[in-house]
Every structure is written in C-alpha cells, then in structure tokens.
C-alpha cells in the first residue's frame, strides 16, 4: 500500500473563525427573508381562508349545530383579521434579520391557531355528517392544506403548526369511523 504523503494535523481547526462569522451572518440574513417571504405570501392564503369558510358554513348548515359552526365562523374571521393586522404591522416595521426569529413565532402562533380551527371543523362536523358532508369537509380541509403548502414553505414551522392538527384530527376521524 502507498504512502500518502498529506500529512494529517489533528491541532488544525477545520472551520476558521471568519467562515464562523460569515456563515452566522448568512444565516441570519436567509432566515429573514424567509421570514419576509412568509408575510408577503400571506395574503392569498388570508383571501383563501374566508373563501373556504364560506363555503363550508355553506356546505355544513343544518349538519350539526347550526350555534357552533357560526361560532367556528367567527373564531376564523377573528383569526383571520388577528393575522392581517399582524402582516400590516409587520410591513410598517423596520424589520431586520436580528429580529426575524421573533417575527417567525409571530407568525407561525397565527398559523397554528388557524389549523386548530380547521381541526376543530372536522372534529365537530365530521362524525354526525353524512357521506356527502364528510368528502366536503376532507375536500375543504385538503385544499387547504395543498393551497397554503407554497405559501407556508418557507418556514417549517408555519407548515407543520397549520398542516398537522387537521391531517391528524382527519386520520383519527376517518380511521375510527
């Protein structure tokens, strides 16, 4: 067998304290635009939430409780109006990427909430409904999730906290039934 003639340093440092500062740096500038790509994207997804609402108070009247879908209703306008200030206050800031963490929680405790509500839907909605209302409410719950997956990408945990207490809540319900 040869010889290498490289010869090993075990005392070397591999990364040098500059490429430390430089890849800090860098990550605190792609965490916010990630960040900020988060709240431009947002308002679609916002148009898109009361669309779907409306379409599932639609869809949903006289299934259930006619009480808890308005309260369900108005829990995603108060969401909804709660995010959109969020995003309003978020462009009149002077964000910068120190504080892009800060603005991601924000953001991603709005798109939590929003998927609780979209869970609790399915929850109060999905065991009494008949056939035709239980592929309604997958249908709305699956639009969601597939519509809001480009808008959410940036962040992993804006995705995980609006995606997984609806998929999870329609997994138990489906497979219980």
């Known amino acids: ?94 964000a910068v990427p120190d504080q892009a963490q800060r603005w991601e929680y924000l953001f991603c405790s709005g798109t939590l909430a929003m998927g609780l509500l979209w869970a609790a839907l399915a929850w109060l909605f999905f065991p009494q409904a008949d056939e035709l209302h239980r592929l309604l409410i997958i249908f709305i719950i699956g639009g969601m999730a597939a519509g809001s997956t480009g808008s959410l990408a940036p962040s992993r945990l804006a995705h995980l906290g609006f995606h997984l207490p609806p998929v999870a809540i329609m997994a138990v319900l489906r497979f219980s039934s």
Do not use: C
């Not at 003639?5 to 916010?32: C, M, W």
């Not at 898109?48 to 829990?75: K, R």
């Open 1 to 94: 067998m040869a010889e290498s003639s490289y010869q090993h340093i075990l005392s070397r440092s591999y990364t040098l304290p500059g490429d430390v500062e430089n890849n800090i740096l860098l990550a605190r500038k792609t965490l916010f635009e990630r960040v900020d790509m988060l709240y431009r994207l947002s308002l679609a997804g916002f148009i898109a939430t009361l669309a779907n609402m409306a379409v599932a108070v639609i869809g949903l009247w006289n299934v259930g409780n006619n009480q808890a879908l308005i309260f369900w209703a108005v829990s995603i306008l108060a969401i909804t109006g709660a995010r959109f200030a969020l995003v309003k206050v978020y462009q009149s800031s002077r």
